[in-house]
């Protein structure tokens, strides 16, 4: 099982940018699809970002233009680039892998085994 740690949140003004990252632990990085979530008080946790083992990506409708995911495969870390942040950003957010994900399922987090603990990012306008 790989296991992830995130950092890099902190608190920011709205307009302001940030990037998370998320280091993670396995031989068999290359085989996982890896992902962002995040989690307001008070809401479930929605997929952010995600990229998948071939590169591809997806974004959630309220970051696209805005946030940009990748990932550095030689020290297995992946990132998070937020720019524009607002404060409907403002969320604990959590980076997830997983190695048999269904395309209909990528930002799904069921679809999900692996968790950071969650960095909090706080927006402020």
């Known amino acids: 099982q790989v296991q992830l740690v995130e950092s890099g949140g902190v608190s920011v003004q709205a307009g302001g940018s940030l990037r998370l990252s998320c280091a993670a632990s396995?031989?068999?990085?290359?085989?996982?699809?890896l992902a962002w979530f995040r989690q307001a008080p008070g809401k479930g946790r929605e997929g952010v970002a995600v990229?998948?083992?071939?590169?591809?990506?997806k974004y959630a409708d309220a970051v696209k233009g805005r946030f940009s995911i990748s990932k550095d495969t030689a020290v297995k870390i992946l990132y998070l680039q937020m720019n524009d942040l607002k404060p409907e950003d403002t969320a604990m957010y959590y980076c997830?892998?997983?190695?048999?994900?269904?395309?209909?399922?990528?930002?799904?987090?069921?679809?999900?085994?692996?968790w950071g603990q969650g960095t909090r990012v706080t927006v402020s306008s």
């Open positions: 997830a892998a997983d190695s048999s994900v269904p395309p209909a399922g990528i930002l799904d987090a069921r679809e999900y085994r692996a």
């Open positions: 396995s031989y068999r990085y290359n085989q996982y699809t």
């Open positions: 990229i998948d083992t071939d590169g591809t990506t």
